[in-house]
């Protein structure tokens, strides 16, 4: 698999300078700068509708940026189109998991290696992926739309593997699954970090995506409102006082 | 008694023949309508276009019949294509029943320009069989080819839809569209894979149509609505609906008209459809799998 470098000091892998965006009419990102290093985990944290998705959204270019600039290592993603991220190393697992509901877990895993440079690696990459989550592989001919929540956001984070991606994106990976599955879900976060992969994870389950990620983002309708490493963050005033009700 | 029984079996394997033909029409036309959500109600005129090719291919420049018959797979094929770039695309974003009317536009614009181009008289590729004769029932060769050919074509597109990278994109845009980017698939490029595909089958039941049938512009009505027809009994865009629905029809076609006259068998199979509407509007496996 990718061998990515081991966390802290890496190079700058995605960075965002002033970027705004929105949908028509609406702006949701107003001038958010941010930047993600190479084996780093990263977390942006909000309330509903402070524009966490919109943020991933617009880094996979589903969304338009009407100003400022998306690079990734180092390339402008500006005159990218949508479905040439994933080539340039950018995966999303977008909200609400989205699987194909109708096709078998397998071949959910397989849509995640459509790109024709990840196709002669779908074997190897299958394997890795089952190794990660070895439920998968029990269920592999299971039709998606019949997997428990917990299940289907395995493959949804299988499925973006698949592409062996050098940043790998997260929409609230915890966002409707019962309390006893988002622990096991933040597990599942912290060993793909520890895998190496480089991680960008917008969460409103703020106190447990802390202890997972290096640093992290505050979002506040659709601007940063402060940053820094986690364990200083999970210690602010601000943040206790608002986020985690102390 | 005997006899009896020996043509009633005539009618319902001449029904399981008809019924291998009629699967393939809908196929195309479920499989268009499941990606793009977009009926084409000139299928049957593609087919249409895809007969003439052939004729004049074959008849006037004396191509042989399989390459003339190659051909116009695949100039229907790329009809689809135009058809969907052309015609559908400018509306893909607009009303269901735009999109209808528009490709009903299409319907009428071919019917009449195949009429000012070719003129209104009947056709014949002039290619005649002997009927195959197996114990007091007899085949007709045409029809055995095409139910052949038409198994083969649909166990082909079957392959590919499952087991090809393209084939599984295919299924999961008809699933969830929006996201299809995220997985490095640009739309657009599997809207025209898709058009093609349909067109081509449309271009492969015209080489098994061509030879069971003089071929005459108005000829798309003979088959354009019984293949939306059994598209909708078996759910549109269900393409193992379609499947089944075309065995059940083509055996209400075949079985009834033997038990009345041929006529009725139509008569029959169009009242079999009414009462499942009234049934299940959405189809027999209408709003299940696709």
Same mark, same amino acid.
């Given at each position: 698999?990718?061998?990515?470098?081991a966390?802290?000091?890496?190079?700058?892998?995605?960075?965002?300078?002033?970027?705004?965006?929105?949908?028509?009419?609406?702006?949701?990102?107003?001038? !958010?700068?941010?930047?993600?290093?190479?084996?780093?985990?990263?977390? @942006? $944290?909000?309330?509903?509708?402070?524009?966490?998705?919109?943020?991933l959204?617009?880094?996979?270019?589903?969304?338009?940026?009407?100003?400022?600039?998306?690079? +990734?290592?180092?390339?402008?993603?500006?005159?990218?189109?949508?479905?040439?991220? $994933?080539?340039?190393?950018?995966?999303?697992?977008?909200?609400?998991?989205?699987?194909?509901?109708?096709?078998?877990?397998?071949?959910?895993?397989?849509?995640?290696?459509?790109?024709?440079?990840?196709?002669?690696?779908?074997?190897?990459?299958l394997?890795?992926?089952?190794?990660?989550?070895?439920?998968l592989?029990?269920?592999?001919?299971?039709?998606?739309?019949?997997l428990?929540?917990?299940?289907?956001?395995?493959?949804?984070?299988?499925?973006?593997?698949?592409?062996?991606?050098?940043?790998?994106?997260?929409?609230?990976?915890?966002?409707?699954?019962?309390?006893?599955?988002?622990?096991?879900?933040?597990?599942?976060?912290?060993?793909?970090?520890?895998?190496?992969?480089?991680?960008?994870?917008?969460?409103?389950?703020?106190?447990? !995506? =802390?202890?997972?990620?290096?640093?992290a983002?505050?979002?506040?309708?659709?601007?940063?409102?402060?940053?820094?490493?986690?364990?200083?963050? =999970?210690?602010?005033?601000?943040?206790?006082?608002?986020?985690?009700?102390? | 008694?005997?006899?009896?029984?020996?043509?009633?079996?005539?009618?319902v394997?001449?029904?399981?023949?008809?019924?291998?033909?009629?699967? =393939?029409?809908?196929?195309?036309?479920?499989?268009?309508?499941?990606?793009?959500?977009?009926?084409w109600?000139?299928?049957?005129?593609?087919? +249409?276009?895809g007969?003439?090719?052939?004729?004049?291919?074959?008849?006037?420049?004396?191509?042989? =019949?399989?390459?003339?018959?190659a051909?116009?797979?695949?100039?229907?094929? #790329?009809?689809? @294509?135009?058809?969907h770039?052309?015609?559908?695309?400018?509306?893909?974003?607009?009303?269901?029943?735009?999109?209808?009317? @528009?490709?009903?536009?299409?319907?009428?614009?071919?019917?009449?320009?195949?009429?000012l181009?070719?003129?209104?008289?009947?056709?014949?590729?002039? #290619?005649?069989?002997?009927?195959?004769?197996?114990?007091?029932?007899?085949?007709?060769?045409?029809?055995?080819?095409?139910?052949? #050919?038409?198994?083969?074509?649909?166990? /082909?597109?079957?392959?590919?839809?499952?087991?090809?990278?393209?084939?599984?994109?295919?299924?999961?845009?008809?699933?969830?569209?929006?996201?299809?980017?995220? +997985?490095?698939?640009?739309?657009?490029?599997?809207?025209?894979?898709?058009?093609?595909? &349909?067109?081509?089958?449309?271009?492969?039941?015209?080489?098994?149509?061509?030879?069971?049938?003089?071929?005459?512009?108005?000829?798309?009505?003979?088959?354009?609505?019984?293949?939306?027809?059994?598209?909708?009994?078996?759910?549109?865009?269900?393409?193992?609906?379609?499947? @089944?629905?075309?065995?059940?029809?083509?055996?209400?076609?075949? !079985?009834?008209?033997?038990?009345?006259? !041929?006529?009725?068998?139509?008569v029959?199979?169009?009242?079999?459809?009414? /009462?499942?509407?009234?049934?299940?509007?959405?189809?027999?496996? &209408?709003?299940?799998?696709?």
């Amino acid at each position: 698999m990718n061998s990515p470098v081991a966390a802290s000091g890496g190079s700058a892998m995605l960075q965002l300078e002033s970027v705004s965006a929105g949908y028509d009419g609406f702006q949701a990102l107003f001038n !958010v700068s941010l930047e993600v290093r190479s084996g780093e985990s990263v977390a @942006v $944290i909000g309330p509903n509708g402070a524009g966490k998705t919109t943020l991933l959204r617009t880094i996979s270019k589903l969304i338009g940026v009407t100003s400022g600039d998306i690079l +990734m290592e180092g390339g402008s993603l500006r005159n990218v189109p949508a479905h040439e991220v $994933i080539a340039r190393g950018i995966a999303q697992v977008p909200e609400g998991r989205r699987l194909f509901a109708r096709l078998t877990v397998e071949e959910n895993l397989k849509m995640g290696a459509f790109l024709p440079a990840a196709r002669p690696r779908h074997d190897e990459r299958l394997k890795f992926v089952y190794s990660l989550f070895p439920r998968l592989q029990e269920r592999h001919l299971q039709i998606a739309g019949t997997l428990s929540g917990g299940e289907q956001q395995m493959c949804a984070i299988g499925r973006a593997l698949m592409s062996g991606p050098k940043l790998l994106l997260l929409d609230e990976p915890s966002a409707g699954l019962a309390p006893v599955i988002v622990q096991s879900i933040f597990d599942l976060v912290k060993r793909i970090c520890a895998e190496g992969y480089t991680v960008l994870i917008v969460e409103q389950n703020i106190r447990q !995506v =802390l202890k997972v990620v290096d640093r992290a983002y505050l979002l506040e309708t659709g601007r940063i409102k402060s940053s820094g490493p986690s364990a200083e963050l =999970l210690a602010s005033d601000e943040i206790r006082r608002a986020y985690l009700g102390i | 008694m005997q006899i009896f029984d020996v043509f009633l079996l005539e009618a319902v394997l001449n029904g399981l023949l008809l019924g291998g033909l009629l699967a =393939l029409l809908s196929l195309g036309l479920n499989l268009v309508f499941g990606v793009i959500d977009v009926i084409w109600i000139c299928y049957a005129e593609l087919i +249409m276009v895809g007969m003439y090719a052939i004729y004049y291919l074959y008849v006037v420049f004396g191509w042989p =019949l399989l390459l003339a018959m190659a051909a116009g797979v695949l100039l229907v094929a #790329v009809a689809g @294509v135009a058809l969907h770039q052309f015609v559908i695309r400018p509306v893909l974003a607009a009303e269901p029943i735009n999109q209808l009317l @528009v490709t009903g536009g299409v319907l009428f614009f071919l019917q009449a320009a195949a009429t000012l181009a070719f003129g209104i008289e009947f056709k014949n590729i002039g #290619v005649t069989f002997p009927p195959i004769v197996v114990s007091e029932i007899s085949f007709s060769m045409p029809r055995l080819i095409a139910f052949g #050919v038409a198994l083969a074509g649909m166990l /082909a597109v079957y392959l590919f839809l499952t087991r090809t990278y393209m084939g599984t994109a295919i299924r999961a845009i008809s699933q969830d569209r929006a996201i299809m980017p995220l +997985m490095g698939v640009n739309p657009d490029r599997i809207f025209i894979i898709t058009s093609a595909l &349909g067109g081509a089958l449309a271009g492969l039941a015209s080489c098994l149509l061509v030879l069971q049938y003089d071929i005459h512009p108005a000829i798309g009505l003979s088959f354009g609505p019984i293949t939306f027809l059994i598209c909708v009994l078996g759910g549109l865009g269900n393409m193992v609906g379609g499947f @089944v629905a075309a065995f059940i029809f083509a055996q209400f076609i075949s !079985v009834g008209g033997f038990f009345l006259a !041929v006529e009725w068998g139509y008569v029959i199979a169009f009242l079999f459809f009414i /009462a499942v509407m009234f049934w299940r509007p959405q189809g027999i496996w &209408g709003g299940q799998v696709k």
